[in-house]
T-cell receptor, first 114, second 117 residues
Framework: DSGVTQTPKHLITATGQRVTLRCSPRSGDLSVYWYQQSLDQGLQFLIQYYNGEERAKGNILERFSAQQFPDLHSELNLSSLELGDSALYFC?????????????FGEGSRLTVL | AQSVTQLDSHVSVSEGTPVLLRCNYSSSYSPSLFWYVQHPNKGLQLLLKYTSAATLVKGINGFEAEFKKSETSFHLTKPSAHMSDAAEYFCVVSLTSGGTSYGKLTFGQGTILTVHP
């Protein structure tokens, strides 16, 4: 158990809809990262937050947004969903903004868009 | 820009035989390199990491990797495979500055390791 909790584990929705994925980092970790894992793109970095502020952005679509709250949990919002957004979305956390590179991953939220 | 290439998408070994998972990297700066493992329906777990200290890095569960700058490689090895090693393995590169790494990791495409009895 990594200590990172993601909900929901599975989500099935329709095109055009909006969903919110939630992540609780390990106790004491200030950085939260979101990754998308799909068969065609592999694991792609989406976005990083540190202590409530956005710190790095990757291949995140404009239809997607994220935030980190004062209690350090994070939410990833996906809107106007398309079939191609079906993927496994991972949240990871680490203690520092820039550390040893070790991230602790949750078990992911599997999104299926029909 | 940084990237990693995992040379094999699938590797199949028999239990008790050596494991070799190959990874080449490309980075404009001093890289930090990692191997992560993903068991079915689980999140990723760090196996080992190289951050410019010793070039031979030992990780968990008997795995080790050697950083070879001249070959831009970071291959993962294990002397004797166990059934529980069956999983997907990812080679990962991260930019390094002043001995620390950044959280924006670049993942390889993964190698699925199958272990036969």
């Amino acid at each position: 158990d990594s200590g990172v909790t993601q909900t929901p584990k599975h989500l099935i929705t329709a095109t055009g809809q909006r969903v919110t994925l939630r992540c609780s980092p390990r106790s004491g970790d200030l950085s939260v990262y979101w990754y998308q894992q799909s068969l065609d793109q592999g694991l792609q970095f989406l976005i990083q937050y540190y202590n409530g502020e956005e710190r790095a952005k990757g291949n995140i679509l404009e239809r997607f947004s994220a935030q980190q709250f004062p209690d350090l949990h994070s939410e990833l919002n996906l809107s106007s969903l398309e079939l191609g957004d079906s993927a496994l979305y991972f949240c990871a956390s680490s203690v520092a903004l820039a550390g040893t590179g070790e991230l602790f991953f949750g078990e992911g939220s599997r999104l299926t868009v029909l | 820009a940084q990237s990693v290439t995992q040379l094999d998408s699938h590797v199949s070994v028999s239990e008790g035989t050596p494991v070799l998972l190959r990874c080449n990297y490309s980075s404009s700066y001093s890289p930090s390199l990692f191997w992560y493992v993903q068991h079915p329906n689980k999140g990723l777990q760090l196996l080992l990491k190289y951050t410019s200290a010793a070039t031979l890095v030992k990780g968990i569960n008997g795995f080790e990797a050697e950083f070879k700058k001249s070959e831009t490689s970071f291959h993962l090895t294990k002397p004797s495979a166990h059934m529980s090693d069956a999983a997907e393995y990812f080679c990962v590169v991260s930019l390094t500055s002043g001995g620390t790494s950044y959280g924006k990791l670049t993942f390889g495409q993964g190698t699925i390791l199958t272990v036969h009895p």
